[in-house]
């Protein structure tokens, strides 16, 4: 297949990577990681905001590759814990500190103990999603979406990944881990924005102009 039928996702996440297989199924683009293409990729994330770590992550995926690259950068921002972890959340360990060691449950509850005590009205929370395409000319176009809801008491669900157990979506009163995947991406932050995505990797393979 022509390389430039490829669509590499920029990402190390497998719970990521396991929504982008469904959210771009159909595409018209054959998905790979840089792993599968033989690549190491592991940008450092040095952005201060969604936009511009999914920017630098697409286009170092892009450089590595040769390929257009797709990388997501997303997160959840807690309203009672002034927006974080935000840009943090895969190595949130605590306010000011990082630490990429920690696994998924242990940042759920770091910051479930962050808002112990926190009523239910004041545990309103977002999922933020950014997704920057980058196309070997140069051009990078980005499109985001957003998923509200709030935090609950304890975890609860198998499905998804990171923060998904203790995010409740209160018209269901469910976390996003007891929604079965294909209505998580329904509503997801992650769903809305590939919703945009598809039509930007649609013009580029219909050889919209990208200069
Ligand atoms: P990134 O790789 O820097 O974009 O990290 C995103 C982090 O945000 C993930 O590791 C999760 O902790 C969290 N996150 C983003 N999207 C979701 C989601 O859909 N469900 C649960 N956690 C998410």
Redesign the pocket.
Known sequence: MDVSARLVIA?N?P??LR?FRELLDGCGFELVTPGELGVPFDPL?TGST?EE??TL?AVAAMRATGCIALA?????EVDALDGR?G??????AGPGRLDAALS?ED?VRVVLDELRGVPEGRRTAR?R?VIAIATPDGEVRTVAGV?EGRIGDAPRGEH?????PV?VVPELGMT??ELPPAQ?NAM???GQAALKAREILRQISDGYPTT
Do not use: M
């Open positions: 990402t996440n719970g990521k929504e994330e969604f770590n999914a992550k997501d950068d997303s997160g959840l972890p840009v943090h959340s895969a190595r949130y998924d940042r999922f999603c998923f998804g990944f990171g923060y998904d995010f996003s881990a998580k997801s932050h992650r």
